[in-house]
Nanobody, 126 residues
Framework: VQLQASGGGLVQTGASLRLSCAGSARFFSSVDLGWFRQAPGKEREFVAAVDWRIVTEYADSVKGRFTISRDNVKNMVYLQMNNLKPEDTAVYYC?????????????????????WGQGTQVTVSS
């Protein structure tokens, strides 16, 4: 699968953004998809994921504010981000896991994902 993220920008605290990630894969519906982010000087961290069963997981820091969703007809995955905070500032990456790597849990580790989009910058000003 190939992925391309978009939708980042500069917003104020409390604003909303929706990130989009377009995928190209014959078996897109079988791919576990995730969003990660990386702030300057920090390691890439898990934000949210939705697996092929449409089960979702979120980092504690974004629960209740962010929503991940997927559209298997359009080969898209989205991250709706509400009530943004300055600490959400980072480059956001969408990622896809190997569809043959089956697990009965939602993947949350960077190493679980084999394909990465190019990243989109989200900056939240205070």
């Amino acid at each position: 699968v190939q992925l391309q993220a978009s939708g980042g920008g500069l917003v104020q605290t409390g604003a909303s953004l929706r990130l989009s990630c377009a995928g190209s894969a014959r078996f897109f519906s079988s791919v576990d998809l995730g969003w990660f982010r990386q702030a300057p000087g920090k390691e890439r961290e898990f934000v949210a994921a939705v697996d092929w069963r449409i089960v979702t997981e979120y980092a504690d820091s974004v629960k209740g504010r962010f929503t991940i969703s997927r559209d298997n007809v359009k080969n898209m995955v989205y991250l709706q981000m509400n009530n943004l905070k300055p600490e959400d500032t980072a480059v956001y990456y969408c990622a896809g896991a190997d569809p043959t790597y089956y697990t009965n849990y939602v993947k949350k580790l960077v190493g679980d994902y084999t394909t990465w989009g190019q990243g989109t910058q989200v900056t939240v000003s205070s």
